[in-house]
T-cell receptor, first 115, second 110 residues
Framework: ETGVTQTPRHLVMGMTNKKSLKCEQH?????MYWYKQSAKKPLELMFV???????ENNSVPSRFSPECPNSSHLFLHLHTLQPEDSALYLC??????????????FGQGTRLTVV | AQRVTQPEKLLSVFKGAPVELKCNYS??????LFWYVQYSRQRLQLLLR?????SIKGFTADLNKGETSFHLKKPFAQEEDSAMYYC????????????WGAGTKLIIKP
């Protein structure tokens, strides 16, 4: 599949579980992002990776741990989450060139429910 | 502080009527502004950006630096325009960070 692919599409986990979200892009982009989309809130940027290096961490709790093994793959490792962490988690990628940030391409998201 | 405000959470208009989705921003420098759209059960995708000055699916948006606005307009709404619309800003001193509005849900009534 071309574009940005996220797995799984749906995930239900207990507060003591450990799980991982996966994102894959085959667009040749050099930047990848994790966003959280909650009801009634703007999209929240969580992490940014550029050329596999984490360049931003928007004060995200340590129970969320990102990993970017290469420029095509991005993971979000989850452990001891809280019910308020239930949300749609979106992955995106873009090709940033100098001062111009090209459009972000999004995956379809993982709907996470913490019980 | 950098901020994007979409004052309307929900906008409902009849088919054929004009549509205007409001977006105001707060940023001291020169931003790049975008409109993204999310149709039902589809992924979030770019609709248009101000630097392109193009019309996509009949939509246009003009950056008004004096009013710090980037309203999205379409003269005649169609039912397939029903979707969630997000306004976003990229500060020119950051390659990566998109600052998002809360979104406006547009419903086109037949």
């Amino acid at each position: 599949e071309t574009g940005v692919t996220q797995t799984p599409r749906h995930l239900v986990m207990g507060m003591t579980n450990k799980k991982s979200l996966k994102c894959e892009q085959h667009l040749g982009h050099n930047a990848m992002y994790w966003y959280k989309q909650s009801a009634k809130k703007p999209l929240e940027l969580m992490f940014v990776y550029n050329f596999k290096e984490q360049t931003e961490n928007n004060s995200v709790p340590s129970r969320f741990s990102p990993e970017c093994p290469n420029s095509s793959h991005l993971f979000l490792h989850l452990h001891t989450l809280q019910p308020e962490d239930s949300a749609l988690y979106l992955c995106a990628s873009s090709q940033a060139r100098g001062a111009v940030n090209t459009e972000a391409f999004f995956g379809q998201g993982t709907r996470l429910t913490v019980v | 502080a950098q901020r994007v405000t979409q004052p309307e959470k929900l906008l409902s208009v009849f088919k054929g009527a004009p549509v205007e989705l409001k977006c105001n921003y707060s940023y001291s420098g020169s931003p790049e502004l975008f409109w993204y759209v999310q149709y039902s059960r589809q992924r979030l995708q770019l609709l248009l950006r101000h630097i392109s000055r193009e019309s996509i699916k009949g939509f246009t948006a003009d950056l008004n630096k004096g009013e710090t606005s980037f309203h999205l307009k379409k003269p005649f709404a169609q039912e397939e325009d029903s979707a969630m619309y997000y306004c976003a800003l990229t500060p020119m001193d950051s390659n990566y960070q998109l600052i998002w509005g809360a979104g406006t849900k547009l419903i086109i009534k037949p």
